[in-house]
């Protein structure tokens, strides 16, 4: 998947700590987890806001607890909710007079003034999340964990579930690591799931019977997705102060991967801007987006943990390619310098590089033949991205810990193509993504 600023948080408060641990107790008893004594119950909850300036807003609650057993079993829940609003970009060019623009369901539109990038303001969803695993020793050097997901929004529900097998070698100074998931997603979009390459109808009540174009543009039923992973890593203990992660993944998605809300303008190829007709009944020029049906993705991951007195670093690379053409590096540091009083402070950065996907176009041409696949979603497209921030944690109470987390995110792409055309070339095509995130977190111990 491509570099995206989505964003994990989670909330803090009496009755959500009494619903976990309840949640977990219930767990606990259908993994058949009980009539051991308890070492330890762990909980961590946090708050997390994230705004992109004049684009989409979030606020995120998580609670997670995990429990560990004195027979070496562990059970663990994790819930997420998220609530998310603003504007998003569609995927059409700006141009040089007002744009008007159908909603997804068809109903009423939204217009973009002169010159500036399209964004649908419509944007509106919430999602709940909830995964409950359990884990077990085999023996002394082996341990098999699993556990089950799903998650819910107005448009989309995931099913899936992950197994891992680790086994120690070598004095467990070597841990190798196995484990497979699949996830089965319902996609439901609203006002239906627009035809690939169909034309966007004027909003229903404009430019005569839309209501039967419209229906005759949306494919019959909900979208399906299917998706497996494989993977295997190594983690090994170099020194006393030193540990190296060695990881692959094979990921294999078949099914509905276009998103229906992503248009792609059809343009002049004179003027630039979008090819109207001279007919106000006519379709309008923006053509739903098209993806492949099926995707293969391979992810490289190392991560190396060096302790420098009472200090550490963190050092994180992956790549990962995908037969979408999709290639990307990342590139991460964190530094965690500990007080003597059990506070510390953690600056962190991150570089990510992304190579466009195949298929991506920023617009068509009108009079070229169609493509079979075409996306404008700058998330597809080439683009460069850094985080920079700050954590800072505290103990308030004996295993008691609060935290509080601030990062600046900023993306940016080909803003203005050499091969741009007509009014196109004074439009920024690519505009630079800025986001803040703030996030207050609460960890204890039972």
């Given amino acids: 998947m491509a570099e995206s600023p989505a964003c994990s948080l989670a909330c803090n408060s009496a009755s959500a700590r009494f619903s976990a641990s309840s949640a977990l107790a219930s767990a606990c008893g259908v993994l058949g987890i009980s009539g051991t004594a308890a070492r330890a119950t762990e909980v ?3 708050v997390l806001g994230y705004t992109e300036p004049d684009r989409v807003s979030a606020l995120e609650a998580i609670v997670d607890a995990a429990h560990e057993f004195a027979n070496g079993r562990t059970a663990n829940l994790h819930f997420v909710f998220d609530a998310l609003s603003g504007a998003s970009a569609n995927g059409a060019t ?16 939204y217009t973009t003034p002169p010159g500036e990038t399209p964004l649908d303001d419509t944007f509106r969803d919430t999602r709940f999340a909830v995964t409950a695993g359990a884990g077990t020793p085999l023996g002394r050097m082996n341990k098999l964990n699993a556990s089950l997901y799903f998650s819910t929004e107005h448009d989309y529900t995931s099913l899936g579930g992950n197994a891992s097998f680790t086994r120690d ?17 319902t996609i439901n979009p609203e006002g239906g799931r627009p035809v690939p390459l169909s034309p966007m109808e004027p909003p229903s009540g404009e430019g005569g019977d839309d209501d039967k174009a419209l229906e005759k543009a949306w494919q019959p039923g909900n979208g399906k997705k299917q998706t497996l992973d494989l993977g295997a890593g190594v983690t090994q203990v170099i020194d006393k102060q030193t540990i190296a992660y060695f990881g692959y993944t094979f990921s294999d998605v078949s099914g509905y991967q276009t998103d229906p809300y ?24 923006y053509l739903f987006e098209s993806r492949p049906d099926a995707r293969t993705k391979h992810v490289f991951y190392t991560r190396l943990v060096r302790a420098l007195g009472r200090n550490n670093l963190q050092l994180s690379y992956r790549y990962t390619n995908d037969d979408w053409g999709i290639g990307t590096h990342m590139l991460e540091g964190r530094w965690r310098y500990n007080f003597g009083s059990g ?82 070339r004074n439009y920024d095509l690519f505009p630079t993504v800025d986001a803040f995130i703030l996030q207050v977190g609460f960890n204890f111990r039972l």
């Fill in 94 to 109: 700006p141009a040089s007079f007002t744009q008007t623009f159908t909603r997804p369901s068809g109903s009423g539109g």
């Fill in 343 to 424: 506070a510390y402070l953690q600056p962190h950065v991150r570089w990510y590089t992304q190579a466009a996907a195949d298929f991506y176009r920023r617009y068509l041409v009108d009079g070229d033949a169609l493509p079979t696949h075409v996306s404008a979603d700058y998330r597809l497209g080439d683009m460069q991205t850094w985080t920079f921030g700050l954590m800072h944690g505290r103990p308030v109470a004996t295993d008691m810990e609060l935290t509080v987390r601030f990062e600046y995110y900023m993306q940016t792409g080909d803003s203005y193509p050499a091969d741009a055309i007509g009014v196109l």
């Fill in 44 to 46: 961590g909850t946090a």
């Fill in 262 to 285: 992503k248009i792609v303008s059809v343009v002049d190829p004179v003027t630039g801007d979008p090819a109207l007709s001279a007919n106000p009944a006519d379709p309008l020029p």
């Fill in 169 to 185: 070698f070598n004095k467990r100074n070597t841990t190798v690591a196995l484990r497979a998931a699949y996830f089965d997603d």
